[in-house]
């Protein structure tokens, strides 16, 4: 019997894990097979977000309807991500874990770490005001956006050359589509393709983690490490369940089995953007999220939408505060929502950028800087988790929104021919 993909990928996420624990730092010569699947993937995105945009907006030929699916989108990101932050600060403040942390702990890590936290804060310094950032995103040559992969000047051109496209005449507009339908086609047989080897590309990922920080690291800031791990378990469990529940009609469990291939690969690779295509295909295949909502929403989601982010923004400013004997006030707390939110729509979503715009997030309520240090040890494993919490957030807001644009197919769980629908090993590539 062969294994369903997310099993494998789970089983090599696992053995990879014991692997590192055994081995040790050694393992780490497998980690190119790591680095082979994430370029891989990568390699897809860029033209599967530029093409599927294109002809989503294309196709959708009815200006009104992006207008309102933007405004659902965006307007579930930013309650998310909201909630995600309060949470986060909810529970830093019942469990103060940075009141608890030995000083003689806190001295060894500010010392061992500072270096790293230099680097960060100084990342920071270049970091544009908010009118720059909003101009940042209309780009002066979209062929170098392209080639950058600068993902939020690459979505703007492909609406604004969509929405250009339904105003057209049609003999112009047909060779672009079928050009954008061909694009769209091969890239979608590139990330089965690829996905044939996730799980190799996961197991030596996480072995190389594992091998290189030990689990051991996270028992140093247990406390601060489990709040957050808590807070993302809650919001991952709590509300997007409910939100795709009430407002997307969907059974959670068939949500959560559906993305499950995303969210391992969201936890191995640390990357949102990375992730994309496999999110992008879970959604429309597993969890039948139309086309068109799927290639608005998820991109976008990718690249504005981290409330796993913005969870551990919340509770690392309010544990960091209390290990310096800070207590924020409440109107401190509101202002690290605002920021964080607003930091968290700025990132990219690559690997430990939640880290540098955390720094954003110390300096405007008056935090010091140099208390990333304290944190920067169980990072890379706090960023796995988020970026998993992060993709699920962009997942949940495709169902809900296609939902509500009457989008969503019902997927049925075994297809008629007996067979699992998608995503089995057995997927005809
Ligand atoms: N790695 C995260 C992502 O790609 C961003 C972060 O929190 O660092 O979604």
Known sequence: MRLKLHTQILLGLVLGAVAGVLIGPPIAVIKPIGDAFIKLITMIVVPLVFASILLGVASLGDLAKLGRIGIKTIGYYLATTSIAITIGLVLANIVKPGSRLDPTIKDRLLTDFSGAAEVNIERLGDKPGVIDTLLDIIPTNPVESLAQANMLQVIFFALIL??????????????IVALAEGINEAMIKLVHLVMKIAPYGVFALIAAIVGQYGIGILQTLFVYSAVVVVGLIIHGGVIYPTAVRFLGGMNPIHFFKGIAPAQLVAFSTSSSNVTLPVTMECAEENLGVGDEVSAFVLPLGATINMDGTAL??????????QVYGLELSITQQLLVVLTATLASIGAAGVPGVGMITLALVLRTVGI???GIALIL???RILDMCRTAVNVTGDSSCAVVVAASEGDLAT??????????????SETKV
Do not use: C, M, N, R
């Open 411 to 424: 997927i049925p769980p075994v297809a008629p021919g007996g067979e699992e629908p998608v995503w089995t």
């Open 162 to 175: 969509g929405v250009v496209l339904t105003q057209l005449d049609k003999k112009h507009v047909t060779p």
């Open 368 to 370: 010091p800087l140099e």
């Open 312 to 321: 551990y923004q919340g509770a690392a400013t309010i544990f960091i505060g």
């Open 377 to 379: 040890g169980v990072d």
